[in-house]
């Protein structure tokens, strides 16, 4: 199997090239216009194949490609690899801009291809482990940034996108009503509250990006236990008056803990085999529809 990669920025450098690097079987072919950053990162790695272009990769006769550029560049990469019936992985989020996501699962459908966003939190095995104990009926999720408040937009569709992915991943039911609260200073968004409400379970998703600490926090209520995962790497057990510790192993490899060696396997495996994702890119449009209903509230409330 043959598989580019577009864009090799800090995400790429840091998760995908690591894991690809060890795949047995797979033919990288790295993409980007910064000839240093090219010949530096094949080296390191020792892929050989490199395009400057995402034109100049199509004609590399690759089946997949990981689109891992700056969000601006996502739609116009990911539509012309789409076009050329070339599976097709996207980092979150698709766009910024709802119509342009839209355009972009629709093209994905047309053309019979596989299509994924990257929503690696889904595939953490922390994360996944929850939805083993059974069906929640209260979710909280807390990722939360020191002193870093953003626009609007980009506050929720470049980061609490993944909180609105995860609520939907762990509620495993139909999101009927969104809630929202928040807190701006002029142009810039510091916190956000929302509430998703579906069938017998009630989730809520806090970021404060003008807070003390960099943080993440799950809490995943069924029946009477409880159970909090800290960072994505450990979790407590709530039962009554027990309670149990579960971590990683020393060894554990922390692109593991953090789902990527999981996410990219799954991508593969669903290339290789023909069959569609889950998340499919249908599905993932749902979260960014939630997204765009969480910054139409907060407009429209001024």
């Not at 800090?10 to 797979?26: R, S, T």
């Not at 790295?30 to 530096?40: K, M, Q, V, W, Y």
Request: glycine content about 4%.
């Amino acid at each position: 199997m043959r598989l580019g990669i577009i864009g090799l920025g800090d995400i790429a450098h840091k998760a995908y090239l690591p894991v690809l690097a060890e795949k047995e079987g797979i033919e990288v072919v790295l993409c980007t216009r910064n000839p240093e950053t090219l010949n530096a990162l094949s080296k390191k790695y020792r892929f050989d194949e490199t395009a400057h272009t995402v034109d100049e990769l199509i004609t590399k006769n690759i089946d997949a490609a990981i689109v891992s550029t700056a969000t601006d560049a996502h739609v116009e990469t990911a539509e012309k690899l789409l076009a050329n019936g070339i599976h097709t992985y996207i980092d979150k989020p698709i766009s910024t801009v709802l119509s342009e996501t839209e355009k972009v699962a629709k093209l994905a459908k047309e053309s019979g291809v596989i299509a994924m966003v990257g929503f690696n939190r889904r595939f953490i095995p922390k994360v996944k482990e929850l939805k083993q104990h059974g069906k929640a009926n209260m979710i909280m999720i807390q990722k939360n940034r020191f002193s870093s408040p953003d626009y609007v937009r980009r506050f929720i569709l470049d980061d609490f996108v993944h909180v609105v992915d995860t609520l939907r991943f762990l509620m495993d039911t139909e999101v009927k009503e969104v809630k929202v609260d928040f807190q701006k200073d002029g142009e810039m968004l510091n916190n956000l509250i929302i509430q998703l409400i579906g069938d017998n379970c009630h989730a809520i998703g806090i970021m404060n990006r003008n807070g003390a600490v960099n943080e993440e926090i799950i809490e995943y209520t069924t029946g009477h236990h409880k159970y909090v995962v800290n960072s994505l790497v450990e979790t407590t057990h709530y039962h009554n008056k027990n309670i149990n510790i579960s971590k990683f192993g020393d060894w554990e490899p922390t692109l593991y803990k953090r789902g990527f060696y999981n996410i990219i396997d799954y991508f593969i495996d669903c290339v290789t085999n023909n069959r569609q994702p889950d998340p499919s890119i249908e599905d993932s449009l749902f979260t960014h529809e939630i997204c765009e209903s969480i910054v139409k509230a907060i407009d429209e409330s001024l």
